[in-house]
Nanobody, 128 residues
Framework: QVQLVESGGGSVQAGGSLRLSCAAS???????????LTWFRQAPEKEREGVAT????????YYADAVKGRFTISRDTTKSTLFLQMNNLRSDDTGTYYC??????????????????WGQGTQVSVSS
């Protein structure tokens, strides 16, 4: 099972930036396979929603409309850490951010029911 640990959350003012990280512990078997990594967020009393997905094959990325042009998902060269660069943050970006791992292919932003492993989450608070 893939272990995921998020970090980098915090409190910022609207218009500011944060960079989230997700350290992934893959077994050699899992790292050689096709998979997708997705950032999700969940605001109080709301459903968990996908923010951005990256595909292990080719590094294709997919974003929610609400974050296009402001957020960037990426991986480091060793492919063991996932990032989410968040710029021009708004108050409605506030929530707990989670990274998720999915076995197999993905050609779109993934939904929560497609996730096989979750991290514990990191809190992001944006004040206006």
């Amino acid at each position: 099972q893939v272990q995921l640990v998020e970090s980098g959350g915090g409190s910022v003012q609207a218009g500011g930036s944060l960079r989230l990280s997700c350290a992934a512990s893959f077994s050699q078997y899992e790292e050689d396979k096709i998979y997708c990594l997705t950032w999700f967020r969940q605001a109080p009393e709301k459903e968990r929603e996908g923010v951005a997905t990256i595909y292990s094959v080719g590094g294709n990325t997919y974003y929610a409309d609400a974050v296009k042009g402001r957020f960037t998902i990426s991986r480091d060269t060793t492919k063991s850490t996932l990032f989410l660069q968040m710029n021009n943050l708004r108050s409605d970006d506030t929530g707990t951010y989670y990274c998720g791992y999915s076995r197999g292919w993905c050609y779109t932003l993934l939904k929560a029911n497609k996730i096989d492993s979750w991290g514990q989450g990191t809190q992001v608070s944006v004040s206006s």
